[in-house]
C-alpha cells in the first residue's frame, strides 16, 4: 500500500545529541516536505526538496539540514539537540502540479521530539 | 505579512447538527485552498480543495466554500457524528503551502 513512514514515532534525547529523523514514502512522489507542528499553532515548513539532490530552506531551518540521495527517502537531521527543538515533525510528499491539487500533501504520522 | 486564521481553536456541537469551520487570510491572493482533517498523534489528511473561481464544492457530507473578496473560507459538516471529532487545517499555496492552526471539533452523541 502507498504511504509515508516517519520513523521514530517518540524520540526523548539529552541536549546536544545527533539526532536524524527519518522518511520514507512509496508513492514514486517527487517532491517532499519537512514540518514543525507545535499545540494550536500553525504548521511551520523547515525543509523542501523538489528531487533528488535538490533541498531547499523554509521558512524555519531551525539549524537542521536534509538529503535527498533517493526519491524516497528524505532524512532529517539535527546537529546538536537543544530544548527549543522539541516539538512534532511531520513529513510529506506531493505529486507535481494538476496531481497535487487533486490529492494534496500526503502526510507522515510524524515523530514527537523531547530534548531534555 | 501573510496570516491564517481560523476561527477558534474548538467547537463542541451536539450530533446531528451543522459544523460550520471558518478560515481567514491576509495578504494572499491564492488560486486555491484546501481543507485536511487531523487525528491526535497522526499527520494531516488532506479532504478537498477549492479554486479561486469556485464558490462552492461538496464532498458527501462535506461542503466548502470560498469567497476571494471576503478573503474567507468556510468549511461544513452536515448531520455531524461522534467519528467527526478531529482538527480541521485550512492550507493556502502562497510561495509554499502554509497551514492554518486549525480548529478542534468535538461532537458530543
Known amino acids: 500500500e502507498a504511504d509515508i513512514y516517519q520513523t521514530p514515532r517518540y524520540l526523548v534525547i539529552g541536549t546536544g545529541k545527533k539526532i536524524t529523523l527519518e522518511c520514507s514514502q512509496t508513492?514514486?512522489?517527487?517532491?517532499m516536505y519537512w514540518y514543525q507542528q507545535d499545540p494550536g499553532m500553525e504548521l511551520h515548513l523547515i525543509h523542501y526538496s523538489y528531487g533528488v539532490n535538490s533541498t531547499e530552506k523554509g521558512d524555519l531551518s531551525s539549524e537542521s539540514t536534509v538529503s535527498r540521495i533517493r526519491t524516497e527517502h528524505f532524512p532529517l537531521t539535527l546537529e546538536s539537540a537543544r530544548p527549543s527543538h522539541t516539538s512534532q515533525y511531520l513529513c510529506?510528499?506531493?505529486?507535481?502540479?494538476?496531481?497535487?491539487?487533486?490529492?494534496?500533501?500526503?502526510f507522515g504520522s510524524g515523530t514527537r521530539l523531547t530534548v531534555v | 505579512s501573510q496570516k491564517i486564521e481560523q476561527n477558534s481553536e474548538a467547537l463542541n456541537i451536539q450530533e446531528g447538527k451543522t459544523a460550520t469551520l471558518t478560515c481567514n487570510y491576509t495578504n494572499y491572493s491564492p488560486a486555491y485552498l484546501q481543507w485536511y482533517r487531523q487525528d491526535p498523534g497522526r499527520g494531516p489528511v488532506f479532504l478537498l480543495l477549492i479554486r479561486e473561481n469556485e464558490k462552492e464544492k461538496r464532498k458527501e457530507r462535506l461542503k466548502v466554500t470560498f469567497d476571494t473578496t471576503l478573503k474567507q473560507s468556510l468549511f461544513h459538516i452536515t448531520a455531524s457524528q461522534p467519528a467527526d471529532s478531529a482538527t480541521y487545517l485550512c492550507a493556502l499555496r502562497g510561495n509554499d503551502m502554509r497551514f492554518g492552526a486549525g480548529t478542534r471539533l468535538t461532537v458530543k452523541p
Open positions: 508513492m514514486g512522489h517527487d517532491k
Open positions: 510529506a510528499s506531493s505529486e507535481w502540479g494538476a496531481a497535487s491539487l487533486r490529492y494534496g500533501y500526503t
